[in-house]
């Protein structure tokens, strides 16, 4: 990475007007990070895979600026928003460190996502990463040496991990892992890298996730909070041991199909990080009592009808119903029949497993 950077830092460029375009889908951990340190190194290791249809389209038309630095203008969902105008501004600016062109430039950005902000669904990830997608591809359009593809995606994800941590995952499809990891070759704490399918049984690749949306509203707490109470938190370590072990564990379990030993890994996942938030200092409870219920709820079917579907959930009081794909109609009719209730206005969202970016200009 480091080569690559310095590459980056000394190319020529010339400066002209253009655009770009990218949609970026969100992604749902299956082993979690929560707890950084400085450059948004991760404590642990993670596991996500990239959805589907929850994703951010953002588009940048780009121009030489006024000579006095970066400059935007931002709009989400068609109106103006100041407070992810300063974040993204503020955001640029810290990564003209790495691209020196952006400091020549005026950015024009519009993004918008399929799905609501600020719920608990991980929409930095989307928004981060396809960011991020579109600074490498002004970057190949001002450079005069371009990125082959593997580069290209590679200072995506470094560059929208600076942004989010968990936006460096959204940059490939599939199954993808952030953060070094003694189990996955090629690992890094400074971009993620793609798992290969030949190390994915079948069953794997095809996943659900239905996202039972129990609360719209905004989260209490931010996700960079929380990270940040992992400091001085006194199950930290141990935490994060116990995250490094279960990258080998859910190797394992996935090139083995081992449906029920995952599914039961990512439940467990999913509680521990909640229980981190329940006992940090200041403490504080991101589910809730619908949570609760859903989870109960998917026990009793599973231990009823015998069928793999497991939840997980992220920094929010969302639930992800986990399951294969081979078995969706018969989810369709649980989720209507006994899940809608516990849901704001009935509403959930079916995605899968996706392919990951699109660049919209091609
Ligand atoms: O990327 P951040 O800083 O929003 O943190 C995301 C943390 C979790 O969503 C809770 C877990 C994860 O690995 O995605």
Redesign the pocket.
Known sequence: MMELLERIKKTTYVLNEGSSSWSSPSNI?MI???GKYAHQIPANP?L?FTLDICKTETSIDFKPGNGQGISIDFLFEGKTNEQFELRVLKYLKSVTQFLPMLKDLHFSIKSSNTFPHSSGI?S??SSMSALALNLSTIYNELAEEKLEKADFLRLSSFLARLA????SRSVYGGFTVWGESEFFSGSSDLFAIPVENEGISPVFQDLCDDILIIEKGAKKVS??AG?DLMHNHPFALKRFDIARERMGEIRDLMANGDMEGFGKLVEKEALM?HSMMMTSDPYFILFKPNTLSVIEKIWEFRREKGLPVFFTL??GANVHLIYPSEIKEVVKEFVRDNMLVYCENARYLCDRIGTGPKNLNL
């Open positions: 951990a979690k990070y929560w993670s996500s991980a930095s990830a989010s941590g968990s936006a996700s960079s990270h990080l992220d920094a």
